[in-house]
């Protein structure tokens, strides 16, 4: 069973910054995608960033330039360097690994950017 924990959400004001770390249990095989998701109340759950197991991300547009993800893996490991947050980057945040094919959530972890 594969188990993801996060941390380091939080309350932060517009213009702040954050960095979320998720930790994979399973670590000796090495996750095909690891990344982040978010849901707003009232919205669907929608991609923030993900890293390939070969290097390639991906962003949304909306964090693009703003948002750095990053992987260890030796650690089975993925962080998010959320910047110049907004309040619409509100949201509970969700770490979410794919093992042979297979996606695996966190329990995610609440940020909330105020004006």
């Known amino acids: 069973q594969v188990r993801l924990v996060e941390s380091g959400g939080g309350l932060v004001q517009a213009g702040g910054s954050l960095r979320l770390s998720c930790a994979a249990s399973?670590?000796?095989?090495?996750?095909?995608?690891m990344g982040w998701y978010r849901q707003a109340p009232g919205e669907q759950r929608e991609l923030v960033a993900q890293?390939?197991?070969?290097?390639?991300?991906q962003y949304a547009d909306s964090v693009k330039g703003r948002f750095t993800i990053s992987r260890d893996y030796t650690k089975s490991t993925v962080d998010l360097q959320a910047d110049r947050l907004k309040p619409e980057d509100t949201a509970t945040y969700y770490c979410?690994?794919?093992?042979?094919?297979?996606?695996?959530w966190g329990q995610g972890t609440q940020v909330t950017v105020s004006s």
């Open positions: 979410y690994a794919v093992y042979v094919g297979k996606p695996y």
């Open positions: 399973r670590g000796i095989v090495t996750p095909s995608v």
């Open positions: 890293v390939q197991r070969g290097g390639s991300s």
